[in-house]
């Protein structure tokens, strides 16, 4: 069993930027791939980037690359999302995901994920 929780999510004007946190706890943390996804309001829940429990692979939903970056940090047990050039169409609901480990998958879809956490908000203004 894994907890998530996250946090640093905000009101933020478009272009600026934030770093939102997942601390985890629980089972060992290196051994999972983990991942951000977003829901906006009326919206499905869509995948944003996810990072290997290697901590050297990374994938990005095209519309974020060069702009976010997922990193993780094993000894605090805590993934990372750095988001810059912040536009108002992300504005969303920002959860982080757990999935234990399999070689050469990084998975990209939320039923892939089995460990949740409750959301940190995002708000974009223009």
């Known amino acids: 069993q894994v907890q998530l929780v996250e946090s640093g999510g905000e009101l933020v004007q478009a272009g600026g930027s934030l770093r939102l946190s997942c601390a985890a706890s629980?089972?060992?943390?290196?051994?999972?791939?983990m991942a951000w996804f977003r829901q906006a309001p009326g919206k499905e829940r869509e995948f944003v980037a996810v990072?290997?429990?290697?901590?050297?692979?990374?994938y990005y939903t095209d519309s974020v690359k060069g702009r976010f970056a997922i990193s993780r940090d094993n000894a605090k047990s805590t993934v990372y999302l750095q988001m810059n050039s912040l536009k108002p169409e992300e504005t969303a609901l920002y959860y982080c995901?757990?999935?234990?480990?399999?070689?050469?998958?990084?998975?990209?879809?939320?039923?892939?994920?089995?460990?949740w956490g409750q959301g940190t908000q995002v708000t974009v203004s223009s």
């Open positions: 995901a757990a999935t234990i480990a399999r070689v050469g998958e990084l998975p990209k879809y939320s039923r892939e994920y089995d460990y």
């Open positions: 629980g089972r060992a943390f290196r051994n999972y791939n």
């Open positions: 990072l290997s429990w290697t901590g050297r692979s990374t």
